[in-house]
């Protein structure tokens, strides 16, 4: 199930790339694309019942089952890396406005 | 010597040349002499030794690459004597002319290293090799070119070129797999008589068109060799064409015919042995020589007209190689050296005009005898060759050449051979009335003088030299003969003053003797007789009126302008199909641009989404 | 000496050199040429990270691949890097960063690892491109890759799901013993791909690369035209031979994609009327070409063409940025006659273009004609002839702006180019001359190459 409100998201993330011409909204755009990739990826790791996936002594959970805990560690680096191009991207777009008044690209005209 | 240390040794010439050229402009071009005398030489040398009988596969500095082999044969050293010998003699003329050129050291530098390149090309028996020098020479000359008048020339010249030189490099390569060496002679038998035999014969000829600049590949020559430097002309119309139909050679002699025409045309022809590859190339041909002839006779500058009349010649030498057989191909082979010489001797006369003119427009000179007289002489010797009148070395060539045009029943090559003939006694007499007769123009008057005797020199060798294979052929033929011994071609039946030809035995010497008579006896009349009385150009008047602009009644201007008339609609078309091929690709990469890069993300977006829609669409 | 510091140490200068601001660009070329260094010193070996054995740990790779691409890259960067560290101070520690990013993308096993690096990597050179002071064309050049490489990490992850590995060499293995069709790893195979496809600028991927090149200054071209692409290029490479597998539809895909990137590359710098746009349209093509030739299997010749497409680049981008800043345009008819005050800087300009074009007596040629050969030798007999076809219009197009760079009907453009860039453009050009004569040392090591880029992978 998780699946597929990743891939909706995907495509959602898509369509916003495809039709908004706002530099705002291409970042939310974007965003909500590497959203739903990180979503199907702890998607990919899941396992139906399955706990997180922690070594703790107090508590012995050697029979049970773990989600996989590789998608989790690769998600916390994808998000970690998400934030930096967000924000480096929002910079970008003060930089734009500074510089055209506007965050619609379709009123900044071809160079 | 060896072949690869007189090339390596060439290079280093060329070196040398620049680094003079950078201290002193015209040391570096009297190194050129040096180089080029030192090259011929070398190659004299070689050529006495194949005639002794001794071996050659060279293979001596051992610091080149394993494939790097270089081997002597008759045919190699037929082209790189004739070759080298123009080279030789047109660098007399770069001391003249190197001080007016933007960068004299490079030039000196290249024009060394485009003999070189041409020495790789004739003697090697590795096709890779022979690529690498073909490449060579090509980016040599290309940096020449637009030190003369005009960059665009050099870009076509660069395009053709290039084009001919990819299509014998595919060439390359379908014999390297086919032969599974790059050897020269394995690889031309291994794919003869074969379907990729037909691949490489297509491809070696479109080389071969590109390179002799014949139709429909010829719009690069009138262009490079009307706007090169004065003295590279000469060595671009007498040498570098020539690679072209060392090409052809390759192409139509060494390799197996095509296509049985006899079985098609049977009742048709009488060429009892011609193929359809050779047909078609010979048609080309002769289409070459009516383009050429026409183009020829429509030129103001006399460098173009040469250089179209250049085309026609290639024209002569494809039909000639294509017919074949020992009258045709010994008829091709005299061409070549015919042509290189007149060609060579006419450029560097014109080269001499301009010089002191600064221009080589007809229109423009005129009278230039009065001071000029051995120029004259030298060109008057020139295109009575390049027309094929006895006693040059441009009638023996096409005498033999319509010997076996009409041995084979060629009607409509025939017709195309005679019209060639005869329009190039419309064309080349025109820059000599123009330039060298009529009356002298005041803008000239003071600048014109006899040429310096180092300039005069090579000149009248070439006279000489054009006059004595009118004369005496037979020694010349004798050498060719044994390179078509090499081609595995019947030597063609000569005598010690005769030429045996299918139809007839020609006297060389004795219808040069009887011109030498008539030649004579005019001369006398010409001494005998009252002089003419001079009279200024401006002398003149017209149903009373005194006349201003008097270039009007300069009367090479629009000579032919009736004939004109009948074809100036039709000139341009091939011009006009690569241009038109250039607008398309233009169009196509203007059309991409503007598709896919714009200033949004999402063409990107786009094309992904499409691209990954595509692969799902496959698989769902 | 370990091949991790490679990464660590410049990643670690950065972050201290933000403490030193004054000396940060001492820092940048002292950590670039002490790389450069040190790469002498390296052993050949597989070093895996933090005592994880492969294929649980990341591994480092440092096999004759990847050592001929970091000795490429990193001199490369040193050259840019000393040639701007003066101008372009801020932002001597965005260039360390990148410094570790490219490293690492160079000698990263692991595929996860790979879009790490892709992303630091990537980050820096969005802030490079800063310098261009284009925001659009940046904001542009940062949407698509970051799309793109979140296309890589989404393609990654269904690799993931289905062999459970991350391992470049693990995968490899896994999808061969696995039994798997085609059909099934297209899809990830094709997400990677156009990953870097946007990075390595293939056609229908690279919008934007005008935004970016076409306004480049003497930092931003050199090192996202010549430097960014060998590393990508180069790592592509890696993937395309050790772990892809492209068959069915998506080698009809990829191969329409390459032909298309290849002709229309050459077709947009034949219109083309800017001396940028000419260099920055034939590296598009180029970037094709190489990929081209990792696909068909010849990786050695592969990587030879990306070390001369980059050293060429880097020259021909330098003097034309440097040119047009003074000039304050790129137009060609602006540029006519430049070199004829400047001959030697001209000199090694034209000796580097005549080796991109693939005339004999230069690198390129030797490079061009053996990727011919062998792929008419493997019986490939379509490619070698559009590979003709396409070099042809190049050679047109770069004979003309030669030319044009020559010759003048008028006055020439006065432009100083310093000491260091002069000795630099020589000395590559120099160098390309040089082993376009004495070959023997290139196909020797072209075919060790093909033998060793098949990579051990880790240690298990």
Redesign the interface.
């Known amino acids: 199930m998780l699946q597929y409100a990743a891939i909706a998201m995907l495509m959602l993330g898509l369509y916003g790339l495809l039709t908004q011409r706002n530099v705002i909204k291409i970042i939310v755009s974007l965003n909500i694309f590497e959203i739903g990739l990180n979503l199907f990826i702890i998607s990919v790791g899941y396992v139906d019942d399955g706990i997180a996936p922690i070594l703790t002594s107090n508590f012995n959970n050697n029979g049970l089952i773990f989600v996989d805990p590789l998608p989790s560690a690769l998600v916390l680096t994808a998000i970690v890396i998400g934030v930096g191009t967000t924000a480096l991207a929002l910079a970008l777009a003060n930089n734009i406005y500074q510089k055209y008044g506007t965050f619609e690209i379709d009123e900044m005209g071809e160079e | 010597m060896t072949v690869e240390l007189l090339i390596i040794l060439t290079l280093v010439l060329g070196l040398v040349s620049y680094f003079m050229g950078r201290f002193n402009k015209v040391y570096g071009a009297v190194v050129t002499i040096i180089a080029s005398m030192f090259v011929f030489i070398s190659v004299g040398y070689m050529a006495n030794d194949i005639l002794d009988g001794s071996t050659f596969n060279y293979n001596a500095v051992k610091y080149l690459p394993v494939f790097a082999t270089f081997t002597v044969s008759y045919l190699g050293i037929f082209f790189a004597i004739l070759v080298t010998f123009v080279f030789a003699m047109v660098s007399f003329f770069n001391p003249f002319f190197v001080e007016k050129y933007k960068y004299p050291a490079v030039y000196n530098m290249l024009y060394i290293f485009s003999l070189a390149g041409v020495l790789g090309v004739f003697f090697t028996d590795n096709l890779m090799v022979l690529f690498f020098f073909f490449e060579f020479v090509v980016w040599s000359g290309l940096f020449i070119i637009p030190l003369g008048k005009s960059k665009k020339a050099a870009v076509s010249y660069y395009a053709f070129s290039t084009a001919g030189s990819f299509a014998l490099l595919y060439a390359i390569f379908i014999m390297r797999d086919v032969a599974g060496t790059y050897n020269l002679y394995a690889g031309l038998a291994s794919v003869s008589g074969t379907t990729q035999g037909t691949y490489v014969m297509i491809l070696l000829s479109i080389s071969a068109f590109s390179k002799l600049g014949a139709f429909p590949l010829h719009t690069w020559l009138p262009a490079a060799h009307g706007n090169a430097p004065h003295p590279f002309s000469p060595v671009l119309s007498g040498a570098l064409v020539k690679l072209g139909a060392f090409v052809a050679i390759l192409a139509l002699v060494k390799l197996a015919p095509v296509g049985d025409l006899q079985s098609v045309f049977g009742s048709y022809t009488d060429a009892t042995f011609l193929y359809a590859s050779q047909y078609a190339v010979a048609i080309l041909g002769a289409m070459t020589i009516v383009f050429g002839t026409l183009m020829a006779i429509r030129q103001d500058d006399a460098k173009k007209l040469l250089a179209y009349s250049s085309v026609s010649n290639g024209g002569y030498i494809l039909v000639a190689l294509s017919i074949g057989g020992s009258v045709g191909l010994a008829g091709g082979l005299y061409h070549i050296i015919a042509h290189a010489l007149a060609s060579a001797a006419a450029f560097l006369a014109i080269g001499a005009v301009s010089r002191v003119t600064g221009t080589s427009k007809m229109s423009e000179l005129g009278g230039m005898i009065h001071k000029m007289p051995i120029t004259y002489m030298v060109y008057l010797i020139a295109i009575i060759s390049m027309a094929g009148i006895p006693p040059m070395g441009g009638f023996i060539s096409k005498w033999l050449i319509f010997q076996a045009v009409i041995d084979n029943g060629l009607i409509l090559i025939a017709v195309a051979v005679f019209f060639g003939s005869i329009g190039s006694f419309l064309y080349v007499f025109r820059p000599l009335a123009a330039l060298f007769l009529g009356q002298e123009l005041p803008q000239h008057k003071d600048k014109a003088k006899i040429p310096p005797f180092f300039m005069l020199l090579p000149m009248i060798i070439l006279s000489l030299l054009i006059v004595y294979t009118g004369v005496f052929p037979n020694y010349i033929l004798g050498f060719i003969n044994d390179v078509m011994a090499e081609l595995g071609v019947d030597a063609l039946v000569i005598g010690k003053y005769t030429i045996q030809g299918p139809n007839g035995v020609l006297h060389p010497t004795l219808v040069a003797s009887v011109f030498g008579v008539g030649v004579l006896i005019a001369f006398i009349i010409f001494i005998v007789l009252k002089k003419s009385r001079k009279v200024g150009l401006m002398d003149t008047y017209t149903a009373g009126n005194f006349i201003y602009t008097e270039e009007l009644m300069h009367y090479s201007l629009d000579f032919y302008a009736p004939i004109e008339r009948l074809y100036e609609k039709y000139i341009n078309i091939t011009e006009d199909f690569y241009k038109k091929l250039e607008n398309k690709v233009v169009d196509f990469g203007r059309m991409v641009k503007y598709f896919f890069f714009t200033n949004k993300p999402e063409v990107t977006v786009f094309w992904i989404v499409v691209i990954i829609g595509f692969l799902l669409w496959g698989d769902l | 000496m370990s091949a991790i510091l490679l990464i660590a140490v410049p990643l670690l200068t950065a972050f201290v050199s933000i403490l030193f601001k004054k000396y940060s660009h001492y820092m940048l070329i002292a950590v670039s040429f002490l790389s450069v260094f040190a790469l002498g010193y390296m052993d050949l070996e597989t070093i895996t990270i933090g005592g994880f054995d492969a294929p649980f740990g990341i591994v480092l790779i440092l096999d004759n691949y990847s050592l001929i691409g970091l000795y490429l890259v990193n001199i490369l960067f040193f050259i840019v890097a000393v040639l701007n560290c003066k101008e372009y101070k801020k932002l001597s520690s965005i260039l360390l960063v990148s410094l570790a990013g490219l490293n690492g993308l160079l000698l990263t096993g692991d595929l ?1 690892n790979l ?2 690096f892709l ?1 630091v990597a990537g ?1 820096a050179a ?2 490079i491109t ?1 310098t261009n002071k ?7 050049y ?3 890759g ?2 793109g490489s ?2 890589y ?2 393609g990654l ?1 269904l690799l ?2 289905m062999f459970g590995t ?1 391992n470049m060499s693990d995968m490899a293995r896994e999808i061969g013993t696995s039994g798997y069709g085609a ?1 099934v790893t ?2 990830p195979f ?2 990677m791909f ?1 990953g870097f496809g ?1 990075e390595a600028k293939l ?9 970016i090149l076409a ?1 480049s200054n003497s930092l931003s071209g050199p090192m996202i035209a010549s430097v960014y692409a060998a590393a990508i290029s180069l790592v592509f490479g890696r993937l395309l031979t050790n772990v892809f597998v492209i068959e069915g ?2 080698l009809t ?1 990829v191969m329409g ?1 390459l032909v298309f990137s290849l002709v ?1 590359g050459e ?6 009327k800017k001396v940028k746009e000419i260099l920055l ?1 034939s590296s598009v093509s180029q970037a094709a070409l190489v990929v081209l030739v990792f696909m068909t299997g010849f990786a050695g010749w592969a990587v030879y063409l990306i070390i001369g497409n980059a050293t060429a680049k880097l020259v021909l981008f330098l003097v034309t940025n440097i040119a047009a800043k003074q000039l304050g345009d790129d137009e060609v008819d602006t540029f006519k006659g430049l070199f ?1 005050n400047n001959k030697v800087v001209g000199l090694a300009f034209t000796a580097v273009t ?1 080796s991109v074009v693939g ?3 230069f690198f390129g ?1 030797v490079t061009k ?1 053996n990727i ?2 062998n792929m ?2 493997s019986g490939a007999y379509v490619w ?2 559009l590979i ?2 396409t ?3 190049e ?2 197009y770069f ?2 702006l030669l ?2 760079l ?2 003048t009907d008028g006055d020439s453009p006065e432009v100083k180019f310093d000491f260091v860039l002069k000795y630099v453009v020589v000395v590559i050009a120099v160098l390309t001359m040089i082993f376009g004569v004495y ?2 040392p290139v ?1 020797d090591s072209a075919d060790d190459l093909v033998v060793y880029s098949i990579t051990e992978g880790g240690n298990f």
């Not at chain 3, 077709?267 to 083309?272: E, Y």
């Open positions: 996860f879009f790490v992303e980050i969005y802030l800063t284009k925001p659009l064309a940046t904001f542009n940062l949407v698509q970051t799309l979140s296309l990490l989404l992850i993931y799901a991350l059909g297209a899809l094709l997400l156009i946007v056609l229908p991927f690279n919008s934007w690369a005008k935004g306004s539809t998506l895909i994609i229309a077709a947009m710098a034949f219109s083309s349209y004829t005549l005339l004999p007596f040629f004609m011919l050969e008419f030798l070698p002839a003709l076809i070099s042809f219009i050679g047109i004979i003309r030319l044009n020559w010759h070959t023997k196909q």
